[in-house]
């Protein structure tokens, strides 16, 4: 972490310093703080009371070096409680190759620290004011995965073009993402002592948006793979984990009304961890419909349902809790809820937002691999949020 | 009630943008496709390698959303949504902001590359017309 930290501020300070004219640097910033609680579930801490682990703070700068070479870079400070790894952390640093301009096509190369374009806020999740809830749906947006689905070091490639039928845009990448002690525990359990590496994630999307229409439609596919190094200290062993996942999306915009969902199925394999010869493939499925409705430029609203399963051959987890031994709760199989908000704008710069959501089940609540059964021993629980942002 | 239509029909075309880029840029004429694309920073770079300066109005203000939904056809808060996410991706760089139409017309004449939009455009020695077709 030291070593990104300071390579980050190296690169910010050469962008800072460099002698481009104001037109071809660009600055961005946000600073966010809010008020958060989930009594009855670990989702942001143990106790369940109210907590100010709701910071968000980002800045970033894009830099043009040539007509058709950029450098961009983006640190971010979260902390999120539970829900993700807190700190300053360098969301992202690449190179951007516009290697296409012609009429009906354009196209870039990114290379470095990538963040992931394909899924419809997986590029800005960090940023308050671009995504259309302070907490985004779990069964997509599953923040124990947060690090690891927000980007990798790698490269990616983004195509564009347009004809009669509409717009379509490409976008592939492939890279890896270093995965630190504290991801590792969210992922695994407070109980391990081993070491947790990510292989590649390797992802593929195409959007289209018919010519003119109101309506865009994505599709997404995802293929990764993380191994794991056990200590000799502990009761678990060397395993191999793949997760691949296919996503579909679709979004509605009109004036005043926006309708977005998105859709997942995903197949887990773990090969190893609790025996040498432990073997799980198992098929989790999930996605979240979601409504906004501008009543002015300034306030929106939004209502969201939001729906996953681990396995999708035990849709209310009786399996899970029997194989268990009764030790995990059926809940912990899946997971669903209601939510509903709004955000204010009170000035072009500051952003007001609250929230309440009502859940059932502790299916993505973190850990993934050994539930925390003690802190999350609620079937039935809410989850309240009120969020500040300035911009600049 | 001729003069009722007259002054409807002298509204209406007052009322609507043109589509303005300073006089470096070799192009006479555009489709709403090329317009969209570059108004949404997809297209960066004009036909000669050259880099696109795309210059806006405010968000709200009334030239602005008439643009928006007119000659790009998006609501305006598609359209900064999207610079939203691009800006904050790293992907694109955010359009360079006018104060109002007078301010627009300055950055235009001054900045080679540029394009924007005014409405009741007067001809102009620094800028040009570009046709949507």
Known sequence: ?392 | MLAIVLSCCAFKSAAASTVVVNNSVALDKLTQAQLRSIFTMRQIQWPDGSPIYVVVLPDNSPEHQRFSREQLRLFPYQLANIWDRQSFSGTASRPQLAADQAHMLQLLRTTPGSIGYVEQYQADPAVKEVRIE
Not at chain 1, 89 to 99: E, T
Not at chain 1, 268 to 281: C, K
Not at chain 1, 309 to 320: E, I, M, T, Y
């Open chain 1, 1 to 392: 972490m030291n070593n990104t930290a300071n390579a980050v501020a190296a690169a910010l300070l050469a962008l800072w310093f460099s002698p481009a004219s104001a037109a071809d640097i660009d600055w961005n910033g946000f600073i966010a703080q809010g008020l958060i609680k989930a009594p009855g579930s670990g989702f942001v801490n143990n106790s369940g009371d109210t907590s100010a682990e709701l910071t968000e703070l980002g800045l970033n700068s894009r830099l043009r070096v040539a007509p058709a070479w950029h450098i961009s870079g983006q640190v971010v400070y979260l902390d999120g409680g539970n829900r993700y790894p807190s700190g300053l952390r360098l969301d992202y640093l690449f190179l951007d190759w516009y290697f296409h301009n012609s009429a009906d096509l354009q196209a870039n190369l990114y290379l470095g620290r990538i963040k992931n374009q394909h899924w419809l806020y997986s590029s800005t999740r960090d940023v308050p004011f671009t995504r259309p809830s302070i907490v985004l749906p779990q069964s997509v947006y599953f923040d124990a995965f947060r690090d690891i689905a927000v980007g990798s070091d790698g490269v990616a490639l983004q195509a564009r073009h347009y004809n009669s039928l509409g717009d379509f845009t490409f976008n592939w990448s492939i890279g890896t993402t270093p995965v630190s002690t504290q991801q590792s525990e969210l992922l695994l359990g407070n109980a391990i002592s081993g070491k947790l590496k990510m292989d590649f994630d390797h992802q593929a999307s195409l959007y289209w948006q018919p010519d003119l229409s109101r309506f865009s439609f994505g599709m997404v596919l995802l293929d990764s793979k993380f191994s794991y190094r056990a200590s000799e200290t502990e009761p678990f062993f060397a395993s191999d984990f793949s997760v691949s996942r296919v996503m579909l999306n679709m979004r509605y915009q009109l004036e005043k009304w926006e309708f977005s969902s998105e859709i997942q199925q995903e197949r887990l394999q773990v090969d190893g961890f609790f025996s040498p010869v432990f073997r799980q493939d198992q098929l989790g499925q999930g996605g979240y419909i979601m409504a906004q409705y501008r009543q002015s430029p300034q306030l929106r609203w939004f209502a969201m349902l939001d729906y996953s399963v681990a396995n999708k051959d035990d849709r209310r987890g009786q399996q899970l809790s029997e194989n268990s031994g009764g030790t995990v709760p059926a809940y912990f199989g899946y997971q669903q809820s209601v939510a509903g908000g709004l955000s204010y704008d009170i000035s072009r710069s500051l952003r007001l937002s609250a929230e309440i959501h009502w859940v059932e089940g502790a299916g993505r609540l973190s850990p993934v691999i050994l539930p925390d059964v003690v802190t999350n021993r609620h079937k039935y629980w809410q989850l309240y949020a009120l969020q500040l942002t300035y911009r600049f």
